[in-house]
């Protein structure tokens, strides 16, 4: 199993969603990817152009990270259930990176990346994680709401990051260990 940081529990269970669960439309567990994921992880990025495009390589290398993990969502729709979806993080101290996230196109829209993100934050703050950092095309609006209306904030823009096209990065940060110092913890 290559994860860097232990999920507990291992598999995501809805019951534990941390945001809403009424968004979720069909059913799906979240957990490690596996050496076996990595060239579906692979051929669901390829076919999504608004994802970062990485070599399968690199995911092998993110797998094999100590500081690195992937999650894949599986549909359960389906026997035997197939990855529909994955998310990529990095972390380094107390700070990480959704580094890249995909839904196969057959399951968008469906609560996956919501559940994959909501699953890595999970993860994340287990490990001692305090701020989330991504960066995400400034024309992909179905990301920007769903990042949005995960708490996540605008923090400034890198102009032409992306290429092919070429387009600006928003880049946007979200705390998910708020200090007990914080406004949104006082009471």
């Not at 994955?86 to 196969?104: I, P, S």
Request: net charge neutral; hydrophobic share 45%.
């Amino acid at each position: 199993m290559l994860l860097a940081f232990a999920l507990h529990p291992l598999t995501f269970i809805l019951t534990h969603y941390p945001f809403n669960p009424c968004l979720l439309k069909c059913a799906m567990r979240v957990r490690p990817c596996s050496d076996d994921d990595l060239p579906t992880i692979h051929a669901i990025q390829l076919k999504c152009p608004q994802a970062a495009q990485w070599r399968l390589e690199d995911y092998t290398q993110l797998a094999r990270d100590p500081l690195g993990t992937i999650l894949v969502a599986e549909a359960d729709d389906e026997y035997p259930p197939r990855v529909a979806g994955f998310a990529a993080f990095h972390r380094a101290t107390d700070e990480a990176e959704l580094r890249n996230m995909a839904v196969d196109a057959s399951h968008q829209r469906r609560g996956i990346a919501r559940a994959l993100l909501a699953a890595g934050i999970r993860a994340l703050q287990s490990s001692g994680v305090s701020r989330l950092f991504l960066e995400v095309r400034a024309s992909n609006q179905p990301a920007l709401a769903l990042y949005a209306s995960a708490g996540f904030n605008v923090l400034h823009t890198r102009r032409d990051y992306y290429h092919d096209p070429a387009e600006d990065a928003l880049v946007m940060a979200r705390d998910i260990n708020p200090s007990p110092f914080s406004p949104s913890r006082k009471k």
